[in-house]
């Protein structure tokens, strides 16, 4: 509808659309022993496991005719903190410069005029705490994926959290990887053969590279209230519109064919 609504008011050609989903497949829901919740093909994991391909790895889908090639896929991660720099690109306008901007100006990837996005590292959280991280090695075109945690899956021998439906974040909820995981994902997207520390040559080099990269990364954060606490999800009804007598604010309005909605 949205898309027919842009064709039909003649602003396809200088309209950038960008379909994207904020997570994989829920592998955990079910209709009885059919599973309902997606599917996420190679990829392991899912929903509410923020190191795991299969939970954070999602389609990007863009349409800008004349402007995008069409027909092409571009298989390289890019982030959705992106948006922000390559819109701000696309306005014509400059990035502020009082703040650290994480995301990556993606166009010129999406024009195909370079082979990878800016993004050396990616880091993965689930909540507060970070999961995993991701290294785009250039000189190599190698990408690199370490786990320091993973969900706990229950039963032991399932992909997923079926207990409680979903993955939690820390505690009992997570297992701890001393050493951590080391995954070659350009060789193993599926994250099925972690690589040992103690035979393969590059394991040591690689968890130096990133264990540096977090350091810095660590750097650039400041606390900031949390966004989903109890009271930030508390219904305060001075903040919701009224257009009714309150604390009534539902309105009846009619639609084209003269039937009320709420």
Sequence with gaps: SVLNAIDDAGLKS?????????????LEVKDGD???????????????MAGWEGGIRVPGIFRWPGVLPSETEINKPTSLMDVFPTLVHLGGAELPTDRI???RDIFPLLLKKVNHSEHEFLFHYCGNHLHAVRWYQKESSTTWKVHFITPAFHPEDAVGCYDNLLCGCEGKDVIHHSPPLLFDLSADPSESKPLQSHTNPYYKEVIT?????????KKTISVVPHQLSFYNNLWKPWLQPC??????????KADNNGTDIL
């Design 14 to 26: 200088n309209t950038l659309i960008y379909f994207a989903s904020d997570h994989g497949g829920h």
């Design 34 to 48: 059919i599973p309902t919740g997606g599917w996420n093909g190679i990829y392991r994991g899912g929903k509410a």
């Design 101 to 103: 901007i994480d995301g």
């Design 209 to 217: 590279k990133i264990e540096a990269a977090i350091e810095e990364h």
């Design 243 to 252: 257009c009714g007598i309150f604390p009534f604010c539902w309105c009846n």
